[in-house]
């Protein structure tokens, strides 16, 4: 278990290099793999049924909302109050906002 879970943590950082940053349903929402991954999760848990490997594809589903996440659907999925804390509690652990999405990007140009 412990060698997939560092495979896994690995992988993921080869894949993404770092946090993901979705832009829709709202700008801007950070999911950071190294927060999840070791936590009883595997890449497994997530790809591909929650969502794609490819970062970004699951933001262009139509059904890609709150209201989705609400009823169980992608982060919903373990963020439901029991498994996870719920998609409608602590907003600003994943809600960057424009302004912190702005300061995201600035601080990746100066570091290029």
């Known amino acids: 278990?412990?060698?997939s879970v560092i495979a896994c943590i690995t992988?993921?950082?080869e894949y993404?290099?770092?946090p993901i940053v979705f832009i829709?349903?709202?700008r801007a929402v950070i999911f950071e793999h190294r927060f999840h991954?070791?936590?009883k999760l595997n890449c497994l848990s997530?790809?591909?049924d929650l969502f794609a490997k490819k970062a970004g594809e699951v933001e262009e589903k139509e059904d890609f909302t709150m209201a989705s996440f609400n009823r169980g659907k992608y982060c919903g999925k373990c963020h439901d109050g029991i498994t996870a804390f719920s998609v409608?509690?602590?907003c600003n652990w994943c809600h960057i906002g424009v302004q912190g999405h702005k300061r995201l990007e600035e601080y990746e140009l100066e570091i290029e």
Request: with cysteine; net charge positive.
């Open 24 to 26: 829709k349903p709202v």
């Open 46 to 48: 997530c790809h591909p």
């Open 16 to 18: 993404g290099g770092g």
């Open 88 to 90: 409608n509690t602590k």
């Open 1 to 3: 278990m412990v060698s």
């Open 37 to 39: 991954l070791g936590k």
């Open 11 to 13: 992988g993921a950082q």
